[in-house]
């Protein structure tokens, strides 16, 4: 399944699909991006991240594209599972300390 | 390590009441931030500290909110007199850097009557 964050804050996945969550982000000197995932009744969790001067960066399960030129982060979930249910930020650094969070997008994992 | 710790996890008070949220960062960070998060809104920064310092307090909405970090290992955020507008999940968060990894607490839902 796949989303565009700020159009489209839902998405719905099958159990073992891969997630696409986009994100734009509105500042072209941020240098610093974060993606979190919030479940309910708990505060966001740290996903992955990645710097400017990267396109693109894996962690376990998770891949984290950025496209400088369109001002564009994608969150790619591989083989989606029902505890990957939440809702999911990105954030951009906007200043020294700043970050400034997206609205969220929920993925519902379909069983 | 027990995470950031914020309490009450609920409060439920009556408009024009004074409000306390309490927060203890993870030990060994030196930033402290605390955010409102509302369906409306989202996520907004009210007040970022560092070093117990508050270096930040441009989100904090009125002088109805103020926030103290006496010391490295606690952090209140008062609402006074607090109004039904207010009410919101309260999170704070630490980092060992300004923009490092920000570790969330649980949040504190507040609901004003």
């Known amino acids: 399944g796949e989303s565009v964050g700020l159009h489209l804050p839902t998405l719905s996945v099958q159990e073992g699909d891969n997630s696409i969550i986009n994100c734009a982000y509105s500042?072209?000197?941020?240098?610093?991006f974060i993606w979190y995932k919030q479940e309910s009744g708990k505060g966001p969790q740290f996903i992955i991240d990645?710097?400017?001067?990267?396109d693109k960066r894996q962690g376990q399960r998770v891949t984290v594209l950025l496209n400088k030129t369109v001002k564009h982060l994608s969150l790619q979930i591989a083989a989606t599972q029902p505890g990957d249910s939440a809702v999911y930020f990105c954030?951009?650094?906007?200043?020294?300390?700043?970050?400034?969070f997206g609205a969220g997008t929920t993925v519902t994992v379909r069983a | 390590d027990a995470g950031v710790i914020q309490s009450p996890r609920h409060e439920v008070t009556e408009m024009g009441q004074e409000v306390t949220l309490r927060c203890k960062p993870i030990?060994?960070?030196?930033?402290l931030f605390w955010y409102r998060q509302t369906m409306m809104r989202g996520l907004e920064l009210l007040i970022y500290f560092n070093n117990n310092v508050p270096i930040d307090d441009s989100g904090m909405p009125e002088d109805r909110f103020s926030a103290k970090m006496p010391n490295a290992s606690f952090s209140t955020l008062k609402i006074q007199p607090s109004e039904p507008r207010d009410s919101a999940v309260y999170f704070c968060?630490?980092?060992?850097?300004?923009?490092?990894?920000?570790?969330f607490g649980p949040g504190t839902r507040l609901t004003v009557t």
């Open positions: 954030a951009e650094n906007t200043d020294d300390y700043k970050l400034s």
């Open positions: 500042n072209s000197a941020s240098d610093y």
């Open positions: 968060a630490s980092s060992t850097g300004h923009v490092d990894e920000q570790y």
């Open positions: 030990s060994g960070h030196n930033s």
């Open positions: 990645i710097r400017s001067n990267m």
